[in-house]
Structures are given as C-alpha cells and as structure tokens.
Nanobody, 128 residues
C-alpha cells in the first residue's frame, strides 16, 4: 500500500522560500509519477508540478514555472522522498499542498483523478 506523508509547510513572507517534502513508501512499478497539487479556498485543486520516475521528465504549472523545482527521484526501492522547492513565493501561492502518486500520462498529470494515492496535505501561507 502506498503511503504519502507531506511536511515542510509553514508561514512565510512574500519573496521567501519553502521546501516541501513527501515521504513515500510502498511505491511499486504500478506508479510512474509523483506530483504536487494545491488547493486554496474557493478554488479548484491545481496541479503544481510532477516528476516521472522512469524518464526524469518534469512538468510545471504556468503559475509556478521558474519559481518551483521538483527534483527527480529514482525507483531503486519502494521508499522515496519527493521534494518541492518553492522560491519567490507570492500570496497567491497560499494553499494546502498535497503530494500524489499514480500512473499518469504527460497529458493528464494535472488531473487529480489521474492519481490513486494522496497525502494528507501541508499548509503553505504567504503573507504580503
């Protein structure tokens, strides 16, 4: 069973940085991608970034491109930590951030329904 546990959220001022972590266990060959999503009150859940385990491909939402990095992970074992490095944070980045795992295509990584496993979330608050 895949388990995902996020950490690293917090409160920062605009322009600051945070590194989110997702401790993943139970990752199998049935999972090809690890993604980060965020959900702000009154908005839909948004795909932020994804990394593909086998080919090192990474994709980002336009809203965070250039400010966010998701390092590549390997599938040498069933346990991994997926990070999300966020710089130049803006108040509009305020949201609950979730880690997700599943089998997705390059064209579907932004769709929450593409992911079978989710963490409990970690809150990021950016003040102006």
């Amino acid at each position: 069973q895949v388990q995902l546990v996020e950490s690293g959220g917090g409160s920062v001022q605009a322009g600051g940085s945070l590194r989110l972590s997702c401790a993943a266990s139970g990752i199998t060959y049935g999972t090809n991608s690890m993604g980060w999503f965020r959900h702000a009150p009154g908005k839909e859940r948004e795909g932020v970034a994804v990394t593909y385990i086998r080919d090192s491909a990474s994709y980002y939402a336009d809203s965070v491109k250039g400010r966010v990095t998701i390092p590549h992970i390997s599938q040498d074992n069933a346990e991994n930590t997926v990070y999300l490095h966020m710089n130049s944070l803006k108040p509009e980045d305020t949201a609950m951030y979730y880690c997700a795992a599943g089998w997705t295509s390059y064209g579907s990584w932004k769709l929450p329904a593409s992911y079978a496993y989710w963490g409990q979330g970690t809150q990021v608050t950016v003040s102006s």
